[in-house]
């Protein structure tokens, strides 16, 4: 993309980076990446390293604050303090709240006028809307932010709407943005891999953090409920951290009832875990809704596609936007277990339909770019981008 004049610097604010994992600091690096190649200097501003991890060489400009990337009321004071001292600068900058935290202490600093943007720039990724919609004082400065900004954007429909819905004020101002493939993504697996399932054994596999939300309960549970002869024919792999030590004794406890073989194998590196998906034959990712949380996208569906994995998942959120219905996997009804087990039992016994999905899947992830996204953000022009070409 060429400009007319000299792009303008790219500050992005964010708790959401490396070494932290996940949909939204996979999708601030990539954005931080892209801008950089559309021609614009950028700077990322987060949480300081964890213990134990070295920075990684990056494109851009790494400014590593004393913040542990909460949303705590402390570790927003210390961000805004950041703020209020560079304050000159961020006048002259495209500012750009990449996630919910960074937009917490923004919020804090509207009554005062103190730090101000040359652009604010914001991107809502879905839990969040219904958060700050259900507490008054931040619904309140919600609303003030998005009058205060120049360009909003989500990922999908879904989560558009469910923006504008809560907060007119951002009507005008959305476009949407949707997830890519990281832009390092090859799909050349190692022939080594860590695991050695049965012969003839179809696998199972759900990444993510183990939570009530993304449903590894709910899939365990569809699984369980097939024929004893399909059991014997399977083996369901949860990959992802433990944020909810309740939730983690709970699946343990389900997953030692007899007939499904289930192998929990945690926090897995990158390379690792591309060795994972390499042996995997399906992917699930059962999300539900969570009290105020939601699925707004889920680029992990991607990355499963991008395998080659026909997906089963669960028709909430924007989901669908990352699944295509038939074409790239099964969508299901959520709170319908035997129709859930049912999609499970489809895919394990047809082979080729699975391999058609998986093809279908590769192309599928393949429609969109962090390139794209990045013009749209922050190309020069004063009107709402035009994300029609997004699909």
Known sequence: MSFNATPRPVIILTHEFYPKRGGIATFTEEIARAAVEIGHPVEVWTHRLSPGSTEKPWPFAVKRLPLDGSHDLSCRLRLIRELFRERRRLRHATVYLAEPGPMLAWMLLLPFGAVRARRLVLTFHGSEILRFHSDPATRFLTRRLLRRAFRVSTLTRYTQQLLCERFPEAITKTFRTPGAL???????????????PAAGKVIILTVGRLHPRKGQLVSLEALQSLSPELLERIEYWIVGSSTKPHYEQTLHAAAARPGLTVRFLGNLSDETLEEVYAQADIFALTSIDHGHSVEGFGLVYLEASAH??????????GVSEAVAEGETGLLVTPHQPAALTEAFRTLIEDAPLRRRMGEAGRLWARRNTWTRAAELLFSPGDEVPDDSAST
């Open 182 to 196: 990281r832009a390092d993504f090859a799909n050349t697996p190692s022939s080594v891999s860590p695991l050695a």
């Open 308 to 317: 080659g994995l026909p997906v089963i998942a669960h028709h909430v959120g």
